[in-house]
């Protein structure tokens, strides 16, 4: 029982990703990305930013508890402040690599790897996730790590999406690196609206996780509308 559903967690965490890795790189029509730099992208979100996120957030957490004592108010703040700008940081410095970032040279190409960088760190965030969904038994477990998959791995793609075009921007414009700041910060707010939507009953839990679900849904397809828009205009 347990080999299964340890089996179950690596195929819902990893493989939903792995998918809309492909769908996501497979949006462009002209000079696709090759696999290298996906593959590095895909790795370093699942790896190395998500040990620097979970460092990062101790750290500033560590910090928070000192000034703030309420319970609540530290948990709002965790999860709307500190964990979107932190992962949203750390996620596009898979652009930053010299793999990728000489891959980038059009507009559509910081979209696609902001994107599979987000995807990577969403992969093993929903690995962590589904470990403890499992003390929910099977059933629980299958609903829960299956929204994740859609909500958890399109918000990250998404978001960090936003990132990478900004930085894209920059250097193939030859601009400065300032001009990221508001992508980076259209992109903490849009993980902050997804986790306060998830957390917070304000409007109900399922009308929370329906608005949020609506959120990455539109988010996603303005990506991919926004990729293929500047892969046809390359033409």
């Known amino acids: ?52 996120s979970i460092f990062l957030e101790l750290f500033l957490e560590i910090s928070l508890t000192a000034s703030i ?6 948990g709002l703040s965790t999860a709307i402040i500190i964990a ?10 898979a652009l930053r690599t010299r793999i990728v970032k000489r891959e980038i040279k059009e507009l559509e190409d910081g979209l696609i790897y902001g994107a599979v960088a987000g ?15 499992l003390s929910e038994g099977l059933v629980v477990f299958l609903i829960l790590i299956i929204v994740r998959s ?4 399109l918000l990250h793609a998404s978001a960090t999406a936003l990132t990478g075009y900004g930085y894209g921007k ?26 306060f939507l998830v957390s917070y009953n304000i409007f109900g839990a399922a009308t929370g996780l329906l608005l949020a679900l609506l959120l990455v849904y539109v988010s996603i397809k303005l990506v991919r509308n926004k990729i293929r828009n500047l892969d046809l205009s390359n033409r």
Do not use: D
Not at 8 to 30: D, M, Q, S
Not at 69 to 74: K, Y
Not at 150 to 153: A, E, L, N, S
């Open 1 to 52: 029982m347990i080999q299964r559903e340890i089996i179950l967690l690596f195929i819902f965490a990893f493989l939903p990703a792995i998918i809309y890795v492909i769908w996501i790189r497979n949006t462009e029509k002209y000079n696709r990305e090759r696999w290298i730099p996906i593959f590095i992208c895909f790795i370093w979100g699942a790896s190395i930013a998500i040990i620097a």
């Open 150 to 153: 859609f909500g958890g791995c």
């Open 84 to 93: 979107p700008f932190v992962e949203e940081l750390v996620k596009p410095f």
């Open 69 to 74: 004592q309420s319970t609540n108010l530290f």
């Open 119 to 133: 995807l990577g760190f969403s992969a093993t965030e929903n690995l962590f996730y589904g470990y403890s969904f």
């Open 170 to 195: 920059t250097l193939i414009n030859g601009t400065s690196k300032f001009r990221i700041v508001p992508y980076f910060i259209i992109a903490v707010f849009a993980h902050a609206l997804y986790n």
